[in-house]
């Protein structure tokens, strides 16, 4: 097959071109301005540069048209990215002028610059619903301003095989356009979700028999065979776990946790302590029979269905179906935050199946 080449602005960890690279793609380049993320990135994506530039100075677009020159690249085939999206997040405080909801125009000046065949960009579903969609107009009216017709599409990743609730908008832009991009279909009906267990009930419980919570090792076995096709899939090219190390919660909030029964928030626990929180997400615990809620960049409050402890970072990447090879660097919270930033790579997957089409 004939490899198209991709590059990823706001690349992260790499959870969209992941995606790319397990569909056959060749994943040129990188640009973050994360050192963590850049060195995930790196390390997760076989010959692919990883470069660090700030995407806010648009004279920085002329190093990335620099670089592909350098590598005889006259053509390149996909643009894309997840530009930030705190502005917009309702996490954040949705002010549709926070200068961040702005970044995207990089990629619009680099697809000006280099005429991909197409453009990917994917948000928050805040950039089509907040303030009248403001953000998605501004998308949609600067890339046609340059030849390109965004389609729109929210997705919703249990439907593609992600044991996650998380929807996003994610953007298709043809340059030769044909035909509209038509998204993929789901692959999977409501009842046949890849629920939480089937996702992580093989990694180590990092708990005693006593109840107490255990960082572990660095590099650990796994608990048990894989019980499920999904963890045979995550576990294809690993033979050890990653990124599983617990955080000890204090043993107040331990004993909170273990109050809290499985698929219940803090509204289960016992009056005297419900008024104690206010979050309408706080002291989850997931259901092992349904997805996860949507993985965050580590608000820590959620918790494992069985647990009495938040999520490792190789639990919280399953759940976003990045494969247990793929290996986070930096700090934890650096780690949660790459995770809980990215595109689950078997969504990324599925998107550029079916790009395939149209290129
Ligand atoms: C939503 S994340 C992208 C996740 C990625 N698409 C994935 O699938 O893993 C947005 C990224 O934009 C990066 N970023 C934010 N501001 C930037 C800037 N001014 N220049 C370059 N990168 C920036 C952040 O460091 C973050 O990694």
């Known amino acids: 097959m004939q490899n198209y080449k991709v590059v990823d602005l706001f690349c992260g960890a790499g959870g969209l071109s992941k995606g790319f690279l397990d569909?056959?793609?060749?994943?040129?380049?990188?640009?973050?301005?994360?050192?963590?993320?850049?060195?995930?990135?790196?390390?997760?994506?076989?010959?692919?540069?990883?470069?660090?530039?700030?995407?806010?100075?648009?004279?920085?677009?002329?190093?990335?048209?620099?670089?592909?020159?350098?590598?005889n690249i006259d053509n390149?085939?996909?643009?894309?990215?997840?530009?930030?999206?705190?502005?917009?997040?309702?996490?954040?405080?949705?002010?549709?002028?926070?200068?961040?909801?702005?970044?995207?125009i990089a990629m619009v000046k680099l697809t000006e610059r280099l005429r991909p065949k197409a453009v990917l960009l994917e948000n928050v579903l805040a950039m089509i619903e907040a303030n009248g969609g403001v953000g998605a107009r501004r998308v949609i009216d600067d890339f046609r301003a340059i030849g390109y017709k965004m389609v729109p599409k929210v997705l919703f990743a249990p439907d593609y095989g992600v044991p996650q609730i998380r929807k996003r908008v994610f953007f298709v832009g043809l340059r030769d356009l044909v035909d509209e991009f038509c998204f993929p279909e789901a692959m999977l009906d409501p009842a046949h979700y890849i629920t939480c267990e089937e996702a992580i009930s093989d990694l180590p419980s990092l708990q005693t028999d006593k109840g107490e919570i255990v960082r572990g090792e660095k590099v650990q076995d796994y608990m048990t065979e894989p019980k499920s096709d999904y963890q045979r899939l995550m576990r294809k090219q690993s033979l050890k776990v990653y990124n599983h190390v617990g955080s000890v919660p204090i043993e107040k909030t331990r004993k909170m946790i273990a109050l809290v029964p499985e698929g219940k928030n803090y509204l289960a626990l016992p009056d005297e302590y419900r008024g104690l929180y206010k979050y309408h997400e706080a002291l989850t615990r997931y259901n092992s029979k349904k997805p996860s809620l949507t993985i965050n960049t580590g608000h820590r409050s959620h918790f494992h269905y069985k647990w009495n402890r938040i999520p490792t970072v190789r639990e919280s990447a399953r759940l976003q179906s990045f494969p247990d090879d793929f290996i986070f660097y930096g700090n934890q919270s650096e780690q949660f935050k790459q995770v809980g930033n990215a595109v689950p790579p078997l969504l990324g997957q599925v998107i550029a199946e079916q790009l395939k089409k149209y290129i």
């Open 23 to 71: 569909a056959g793609y060749d994943v040129v380049l990188g640009i973050d301005y994360d050192d963590a993320a850049l060195e995930t990135f790196q390390k997760n994506h076989g010959s692919a540069t990883a470069m660090k530039l700030d995407l806010y100075n648009h004279e920085n677009i002329e190093k990335i048209v620099d670089f592909l020159k350098e590598r």
């Open 76 to 104: 390149l085939d996909v643009l894309v990215g997840g530009p930030p999206c705190q502005g917009f997040s309702y996490a954040g405080k949705m002010d549709i002028n926070d200068k961040r909801n702005f970044l995207y």
